[in-house]
């Protein structure tokens, strides 16, 4: 007698395969998002950019998420017409926003390169370069925001039930490897040309859609296993009242409201970071690179670990409540001391890991399958809020802050007085780790069981 055919996520090889090659798209998708935050004050030099006009290019990646609300769209459209057409159009955009931001910083664009004489025709008060550069990057997180909710149901529909949080925290690890990267080589590669740094990104990111290609393999293979042995169930089905009952849905809007709150306190903060080492430790700028680095290179070690951890013994909830909480002490001490910088990203590097360990998979506990696209799209949505605002303020903070001080000037080793920018990122700490509790307390009454060990947990449907 033949045995039983296996569904294809079912072998250990083939989902630890796929987490590996959508890990890829990601760390990609992290390392272009980072590839400007250690040639800031090179933007300065080379494009005369000032501290407001680098947080507005950097902000521009939420743009269409914040304002158009496209994650959310993007989460429904995943769950209507599923993961392969969604992911392919979303990876596709970040590709051209990748060669668009690139394009803004050639020296054939700042010689009325194509597109030069428009750019300048309009909000005269920032550069085309500043305009072109943060088009590029609303089009590269048009499609990078849609493309991490695609990749985090990926992760869903080949783990759950089985080591899904490990399989997040090994995901956003390697993720994090591209972030890390993009801070430790760009300072390095600066000569002859300084958009070498820009350009590998795009590299990296064109090199990520065929990725993504390869896993369309996998996943035609499974759904038709899937169909096969009839296990397609109406949980793939989705409409559109499920929304209102999403967003009405406490755990939810605790959870959401927290990943806001946590993000914006550490991604705007790692665009600044090699800048602000570089003028609050007196090191050099690719030092100050090196150090940032250390952030997103611990969570490569924790993120996995911690989420091991959540799998095995569970504390999702209080792992959220001590990461925020390490996240507002160690910005404090940034903003008042000069304790050793490695250790102290080596601590915001242990926080950075703790609540996303815990609070993705969490999501997977909160939300049924049929909604989970967009859950993640309404927390992205929600969260590039953060990402667009936090950035701009940060950079109007530096300017009002330090009045006078030219990128001139910083050539010639004047330094900006960052203790209020901050004060920013601890207020914003402060607001998550409340957050933090108020979602631990709700799953007392809502029964998610998010302080449940993995094969413990409650799947509880919400209608």
């Known amino acids: 007698m033949g045995e039983i055919k296996k569904v294809l996520r079912e072998s250990a090889v083939a989902r ?7 890990s890829y798209v990601m760390a990609a998708n992290y390392y272009f998002y980072d590839a400007l935050s250690p040639l800031k004050s090179v933007l300065q030099e080379k494009l005369g950019f000032s501290s407001e006009d680098y947080g507005w290019v950097q902000g521009f990646y939420a743009f269409p998420n914040t304002f158009l609300l496209m994650a959310i769209f993007g989460g429904i459209i995943l769950d209507k ?32 390169g194509f597109g030069y004489t428009f750019m300048g025709s309009f909000l005269t008060r920032f550069s085309p370069q500043v305009k072109m550069m943060a088009f590029g990057m609303l089009l590269f997180g048009l499609g990078a925001e849609t493309s991490i909710v695609v990749i985090s149901k990926t992760i869903v529909k080949w783990f759950k039930g089985k080591e899904l ?40 990111i064109s090199i990520a859609l065929l990725g993504f290609l390869v896993y369309l393999v996998f996943d035609i293979k499974l759904d038709k296993q899937i ?28 959870i959401t409201a927290l990943c806001v709150t946590f993000y914006a306190a550490v991604f705007p903060f790692l665009k600044y970071a090699p800048d602000f080492f570089h003028n609050k430790f007196n090191v050099p700028e690719d030092t100050a690179g090196n150090i940032a680095s ?40 940034f903003a008042f001391t000069h304790l050793n910088p490695y250790v102290l990203i080596g601590l915001l590097g242990i926080a950075f890991s703790l609540v996303p360990a815990a609070m993705w998979p969490s999501v997977a ?29 940060a950079g109007i903070i530096l300017d009002r802050t330090n009045p006078g001080i030219t990128p001139e000037m910083l050539k010639h080793g004047s ?8 004060l920013m990122f601890v207020g914003f700490g402060i607001v998550a780790m409340i957050f933090a509790f108020l979602l631990k307390n709700d799953d007392k009454t809502s029964g998610y069981g998010l302080n449940l060990p993995s094969n413990k947990a409650v799947d509880k449907k919400q209608e």
């Open 165 to 204: 949080a490990l399989a997040f925290g090994i995901n956003l690890g390697i993720a994090r490897i591209g972030s890390a990267l993009a801070l430790r080589i760009g300072p390095t590669i600066l000569e002859p040309d300084w958009t070498k740094p820009i350009w590998l990104a795009v590299s990296l």
């Open 81 to 112: 017409i599923g993961i392969r057409i969604t992911g392919m159009v979303f990876v596709l955009f970040m590709v051209v926003g990748a060669f668009v931001t690139a394009y803004g910083a050639t020296e054939y664009y700042g010689n009325g």
């Open 365 to 393: 506990r909160i939300v049924p399958v049929n909604k989970i696209g967009t859950a993640y799209g309404t927390m992205f949505s929600m969260q590039n809020l953060g990402l667009f605002a936090v950035p701009v303020i």
């Open 16 to 22: 630890w395969s796929v987490l590996l090659l959508i």
């Open 415 to 422: 330094v900006l007085y960052y203790t209020p920018t901050m």
């Open 227 to 254: 169909k096969q042995e009839g296990l397609l169930d109406k949980e793939e089905e989705f409409s559109f009242k499920d929304f209102i009952s999403l967003i009405t849905n406490r755990s939810f809007i605790y």
């Open 294 to 333: 250390w952030l997103p290179m611990c969570t490569v070690i924790f993120t996995p670990l911690f989420g091991y951890l959540v799998d095995r013994i569970g504390k999702g909830a209080l792992f959220m409540i001590f990461g925020s909480s390490m996240l507002v002490i160690v910005h404090i001490l």
